[in-house]
Every structure is written in C-alpha cells, then in structure tokens.
C-alpha cells in the first residue's frame, strides 16, 4: 500500500510562518494529506503552533513531533493534548521525546538521567490521564503523583473536564536502539529521522522486532512514520543544500563529541566516517569544511530531492519497507516550489485529488 502522507512544518521561524505556513497546510490538506506535524526545539513550542491551526483547518490531523518530555510535566501535556483534540475535532496526535542533554540541562534545567525509562513512564501519566479513569495516583521511578512531602495537601485529581476520546494516539521521535525497542513495544507510532530505505533491516530490523515481542504486538500495531526532506523539481541544487545545511547541524551542532545520536545512526546505516569526519570539522569551527564533506550520496540516502521519476522509484523504497506515513518538509525557499512538491507529492503517491 502506498503510504499516508504528512507536511511538516518543522520549527516556527525556521520553516515556513504566517501565512505561508497556512498556506501549505491548507494545500496540503486539500490534496488528500492526512496530517501536519510541528517541531519544538529551545523557540517555538508545539502547542501553540498546532492550537493556531486549529481553526484554520478542517480535516487534516494535527501531529507533535515532536513535544519535550523535559519541557512540561505529564499533566501539561495531557492538559494541553486533550485540549487541542477537544478544539479540533478529535484531530490530535501526541509525539514525544526527550531531546538532548544539552537542552534538556541547558534549557529546561532538567536532569538528563535515564532519559528513555523517564520518557515510557511519562507516556504512562499522559495515557493514565487522557482515559481519565480515576483521581491520578502514581507511583513509579521518575514520577509520583501526588508527591510525598511537599506542604501535605497535594491531592489525587483527575482532568476536570471529559476529553473526546480516552485514547489519543502516542508517537515518539525514537532513533537509539533501545527507544526503538520501546516505540514498538508500548507506542502507537514511531517518527525516525535521517531514515534510509536501503539500510532499514540492518539499521532497525532486530529492535523492532525484540519490542514487538516484548509488547506482544506485531508490525501492524505500529505507524512507521519517518520525517524526510522533499523537493520535486525547481531549484534542487539550492534544496540539496538546505538538506545537507540540515546534517551539518545536525552531526555537527546537535551534541558534544560524547554524545550525539546523530552521529551514532549515521554509523548504523554505512557512513559513519562521514558523520565523523563533519562532527569534528564542525565542533573545531570549520564550519565550511564540514559542510564540503557532505556527499550527495547521504543526501540521496535521507531526503526525497530529485525530479518525480527520482522522487517515485524513492517513495517506492519506502513503501517497500513497510513505511506507513511519510512526514514532509517541503525545502524549497521559493513557496511556488513549495506547493508545487506538495502537489505533485499527493500525486505520485495517490493521496487524493487536487481540489
């Protein structure tokens, strides 16, 4: 089956804003995308992205991807999910992660410590909250509510108002072994960054499958929803560069030499010298250098950049894999460009019919 297809509009300021952003949801959406997806990082939150659209959407889901576990305790994010699913109509997806250390510690002054335990106990709150069964009483490793100590008076609540649904569906933003494992053991779906077709098996084939038998779940239970960069004609030197200006921060800037997850995937699907060789261009301040070694070859690997016959054998690989959803960010500069992708996107995948 082809798969579902989602627009992503990344982080506000970053990616496209104002008008522009509504304009490309409200194209996206008549041309048969079934969801818009919006980041968070140390800017713009999530919340109140998704919530502004809101009422400048009719149909098209509106996805998290992804919102920090350190940003906000459980009950925010239950609060705040149950809202925008209440407002928009039963339209809302969670999507949850626990960035980094340097954010989480830096930004939020949260304690980077055990940050995959912390994230599947979170999950656990917000479901507990959402099917809203009960005064909340948890006890667990990372969290427990009410708290002990305190003035004495923290009392078990519940949300105070019915949500429209007691299960709203939970991705997370997963790309470690070990938070794959998780994401197919306990989630509903699952959004991987810098995904590669042709190294999936190898990549992620034997977590997946150790959390499926975990959770007692299979294949099915699972939305495999990768986050990809697109650009279908026009300028597509300029596009490549803006995919690899994405790599650079991201092997380059998003860590320290201790720690980067990027780099760590970059390894496990056959180019780790390049991932090592930009991280150490980048973090000695050759910023230019690092960029230069870039190849197509992992751009290619990582993005759908090319002319629709290059764009369609790609998505035909995807599909391949069993992808389920592809999560767009259009990289054009030019907003013509933008919704042409989008367009000619729905079209190659058959996600519906221009309006």
């Not at 306990?186 to 959770?215: N, Q, R, Y």
Request: proline content about 5%.
């Amino acid at each position: 089956m082809a798969p579902k297809l989602g627009i992503n509009l990344g982080y506000w300021g970053i990616g496209p804003r104002g008008d522009e952003a509504v304009e490309m949801v409200q194209a996206a959406e008549r041309h048969g995308y079934d969801s818009v997806w919006v980041a968070e990082s140390y800017g713009s939150d999530v919340v109140s992205v998704l919530s502004w659209l809101v009422p400048q959407t009719e149909t098209i889901k509106l996805g998290a991807a992804i919102m920090q576990v350190p940003a906000r305790p459980p009950a925010a994010a239950a609060m705040a999910g149950a809202t925008i699913d209440a407002l928009s109509g039963g339209r809302f997806i969670f999507g949850f992660g626990p960035s980094g250390p340097q954010v989480s510690e830096g930004w939020y002054g949260v304690e980077y410590a055990k940050p995959w335990g912390r994230t599947r106990e979170y999950i656990e709150v917000v479901r507990e909250i959402i099917a809203r069964e009960g005064p909340l009483e948890h006890r667990g490793a990372h969290y427990t509510l009410p708290i002990e100590g305190g003035t004495g008076q923290g009392k078990a609540l519940k949300l105070n108002f019915h949500p429209l649904r007691n299960e709203i569906p939970v991705f997370v933003g997963a790309i470690g072994r070990k938070s794959v494992e998780m994401a197919a053991e306990i989630c509903d779906g699952w959004i991987p960054i810098f995904f590669s077709a042709d190294a999936f098996e190898e990549t992620w084939g034997e977590h997946l499958e150790a959390g499926f038998a975990k959770g007692g779940r299979s294949r099915s239970d699972l939305e495999v929803s990768p986050s990809l960069q697109v650009a279908i004609d026009g300028d597509l030197d300029a596009a490549r560069a803006v995919v690899k200006m994405g790599l650079l921060l991201y092997l380059g800037g998003m860590g320290s030499r201790e720690t980067n997850f990027y780099v760590d995937l970059t390894h496990r699907f056959g180019f780790g010298e390049v991932a090592d060789t930009v991280q150490s261009l980048f973090l000695d301040g050759k910023r230019e250098e690092a960029y230069a070694a870039i190849p197509d070859e992992l751009v290619d690997a990582t993005s759908l950049v090319g002319s629709e016959d290059e764009v369609s054998a790609r998505i035909g690989k995807l599909a391949d894999t069993g992808v389920d959803r592809l999560i767009c960010s259009a990289v054009h500069g030019d907003q013509g460009q933008r919704l042409h992708t989008i367009e000619r996107l729905a079209a190659l995948v058959g996600a519906g019919a221009p309006a």
